[in-house]
C-alpha cells in the first residue's frame, strides 16, 4: 500500500510554469506505476501523465503534450509534473495516482479510473 501527498499548486498566470509534486509513503513506491490525473469545476476526472516504474516510458494527454513533463526519482519516493506555457483550461485540481499492477495496456494507464492509489489533490489555477 502507498499514501500520496501532493504538492506545489497555486495560483499563475497564463504562460507561466508550475511543478507538482507527489510524495509517496512505502516501501514499494518503486514498484508503482504513477500517474497525474486531474479535474475541472464541472467536468469528469481526465487522465494528464503516467511514468512506469523505471521511468523508461511515460504517457501523456494530447492535451498536454510538448508543456508538460512527468519524472520521477525513486530514491526519494517523488514524482513530478513539470507543466510549462500554462493555459486557463489547465485550471484543476491535479491528483497523484499510483497503480502496482504488473501488466497492464495503454489503455489501463490512460484511464483515470483504473488507479488504485490517490492523493488528495493540489489547486492549480491558472488566470488568462
Known amino acids: 500500500q502507498v499514501q500520496l501527498v501532493e504538492s506545489g499548486g497555486g495560483l499563475v498566470q497564463a504562460g507561466d510554469s508550475l511543478r507538482l509534486s507527489c510524495a509517496a509513503s512505502g516501501r514499494t513506491f518503486s514498484r508503482y506505476l504513477m500517474g497525474w490525473v486531474r479535474q475541472a469545476p464541472g467536468k469528469d476526472r481526465e487522465f494528464v501523465a503516467a511514468?512506469?516504474?523505471?521511468?523508461?516510458?511515460?504517457w501523456y494527454a494530447d492535451s498536454v503534450k510538448g508543456r508538460f513533463t512527468i519524472s520521477r526519482d525513486n530514491a526519494k519516493n517523488t514524482v513530478y509534473l513539470q507543466m510549462n506555457s500554462l493555459k486557463a483550461e489547465d485550471t484543476a485540481v491535479f491528483y497523484c495516482?499510483?497503480?502496482?499492477?504488473?501488466?497492464?495496456?495503454?489503455?489501463?494507464?490512460?484511464?483515470?479510473?483504473?488507479?488504485?492509489?490517490w492523493g488528495q489533490g493540489t489547486q492549480v489555477t491558472v488566470s488568462s
Open positions: 511514468i512506469s516504474w523505471s521511468g523508461d516510458k511515460t
Open positions: 495516482a499510483a497503480e502496482r499492477s504488473d501488466y497492464y495496456t495503454n489503455y489501463d494507464v490512460r484511464s483515470s479510473s483504473w488507479y488504485d492509489y
